[in-house]
C-alpha cells in the first residue's frame, strides 16, 4: 500500500496491473464476493438464454417460468460441455455433446434414450445445473459468483434507485460492439473515471461535442458509495432548449434530466446518459492481466406523443452518438495501451490531482477496499 502524502490516500500497487498473480488473486478473491453485471433483462426476453463469462467463471442466463434471472454454471451436468458460446441463443439449453435439454429452471428434462438413466430420470432436480445467487434491478441484471454476501440493493447503495429509474421505457438496444482494449481492466475502468485527459486525448473528437456546460466547476462528484462513484454536469442551456422547441416532434421520454451523467458501478460496469433519451452501458471483462473485453451497448427508451419526423430526428441524434462513442473508445483504446507498456516498468506510485481525479482515487480506495491481501500495514 503507498500512501500519497498530498492527500493522504491508498494508492493501488503499479504491479497489481501487470502480474499473473494479481491476476489470479482478483479472479479468487475479488470478483466472487463483488455482485456483476451481466446483461439486461430484455437480451434475454423471448425465450433466449445467454452465455458470458463473469471472472474466471462460465455462466448462462435464463428467465425462469416465473420471469426471474436465473444464472447457471454453463456446464453440463452428464458429461461437462460447455452448454453454450458467449452471447445470445435462441429456444432453451440443449447440450451439444448428447443433447440433454433443460428447462428454465436449469433441471434436465429431455434425455435422449432415457431409459439408460433411470437414476436422472427418477430425480432429475439431482442433475440440476449449479446455480449462482443473480438478482435484478430494473433491466440491469447482476450475478454473485460467491453463495454469501450482501442483497443487490445493499450493495449498489445510492446506484439502485438510478438504476431502477433509467430502466424505466428502456425497450431495445440502439447499438453494440465488443472490442478488446490491451490494457489491465483496471487502467480502462481508470480512464473512463476522469476528464482531464480529454483536451490530450480526444481534442478533435470532444471539440465537436455540444450539449455541455463549458464553465470549469460544472461536474459535480458523488463519492459516497464505498465502491461506487458517478458525475454530473450540467447540459448548457441552449441545449436544454433545443430539445424543449423539438418536444412537439420527437415527444416525451420517460425521465428526462438536465445533465450528463457517468457512473461506475464497481467493479465492471459503467452507465452513461446525456439528459435520459438513452443509456450507453458497458460491460468491462478482464481477460487477462493486460486484455479487456469492452462490451458497449446504447440502449433507447420509449417516446410517446412523437411523430415521424421527430422520431427521424431522434435517429439521426442516436446515430451521430454511435459514430461518436466508437471514435472516443478508439482514442481510449488508444492511451490504455500505453498506460499498460509504462506501468509494467515501475513500481513508482499514480499520483492523483485533486478535484479533476477524485473518481480515480475513489476507485483505488474502492479497489484496496476489497482486496485486504494489497493493503499492508
Ligand atoms: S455432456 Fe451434455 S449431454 Fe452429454
Ligand atoms: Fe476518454
New binding site residues.
Given amino acids: 500500500m503507498t500512501t500519497s502524502a498530498a492527500t493522504g490516500t491508498h494508492t493501488i500497487p503499479t504491479q497489481a496491473y501487470c502480474t499473473l498473480e494479481h491476476f489470479n488473486h482478483e479472479l479468487d478473491s475479488l470478483f466472487p464476493h463483488t455482485w456483476l453485471f451481466a446483461c439486461l433483462k430484455l437480451e434475454l426476453e423471448g425465450k433466449h438464454h445467454y452465455g458470458l463469462r463473469l471472472g474466471a467463471t462460465e455462466i448462462l442466463l435464463q428467465i425462469d417460468d416465473q420471469g426471474l434471472p436465473r444464472a447457471f454454471l454453463n456446464v453440463?451436468?452428464?458429461?461437462?460441455?460447455k452448454?453454450c458460446d458467449p452471447g445470445q441463443h435462441k429456444g432453451p439449453i440443449r447440450?451439444?455433446?448428447?443433447?440433454?435439454v433443460f428447462n428454465r429452471q436449469g433441471i434436465?428434462t429431455g434425455?435422449?434414450q432415457k431409459t439408460a438413466f433411470p437414476h436422472v430420470v427418477v430425480a432429475p432436480e439431482k442433475y440440476r445445473l449449479k446455480e449462482f445467487p443473480c438478482e435484478i434491478v430494473g433491466q440491469f441484471i447482476f450475478v454473485r459468483l460467491s453463495s454469501q454476501g450482501q442483497d443487490l440493493r445493499e450493495y449498489l447503495g445510492h446506484q439502485y434507485d438510478f438504476l431502477e429509474r433509467a430502466s424505466d421505457g428502456m425497450n431495445k438496444v440502439l447499438d453494440e460492439f465488443q472490442e478488446n482494449v490491451d490494457a489491465n481492466w483496471k487502467v480502462v475502468i481508470e480512464n473512463s473515471l476522469e476528464g482531464y485527459h480529454v483536451p490530450a486525448v480526444h481534442n478533435r473528437t470532444f471539440g465537436q461535442v455540444e450539449g455541455m456546460s463549458q464553465e470549469a466547476d460544472a461536474p459535480i462528484f458523488f463519492l459516497e458509495d464505498r465502491l461506487h462513484s458517478h458525475l454530473e454536469h450540467a447540459a448548457n442551456s441552449e441545449w436544454v432548449n433545443r430539445f424543449s422547441r423539438m418536444e412537439k416532434k420527437i415527444g416525451k421520454w420517460p425521465w428526462r434530466f438536465e445533465h450528463y451523467t457517468h457512473r461506475l458501478i464497481f467493479p465492471n460496469l459503467t452507465v452513461t446518459s446525456f439528459m435520459g433519451y438513452s443509456f450507453h452501458i458497458q460491460r468491462f471483462d478482464p481477460l487477462s492481466t493486460d486484455l479487456t473485453k469492452v462490451h458497449s451497448r446504447t440502449v433507447g427508451v420509449e417516446f410517446s406523443n412523437g411523430t415521424l419526423t421527430g422520431e427521424k430526428i431522434m435517429e439521426r441524434i442516436h446515430t451521430d452518438g454511435h459514430d461518436f462513442t466508437r471514435k472516443v473508445f478508439l482514442e481510449d483504446g488508444e492511451i490504455c495501451r500505453k498506460v499498460q507498456a509504462g506501468i509494467s516498468q515501475t513500481a513508482r506510485p499514480a499520483t492523483f490531482g485533486n478535484g479533476i481525479e477524485d473518481r480515480v482515487k475513489h476507485f483505488h480506495g474502492a479497489y484496496l477496499s476489497q482486496t485486504p491481501a494489497l493493503r499492508k500495514p
Fill in positions: 453440463c451436468t452428464h458429461r461437462h460441455a452448454l447440450c451439444p455433446y448428447h443433447s440433454w434436465p434425455i435422449p
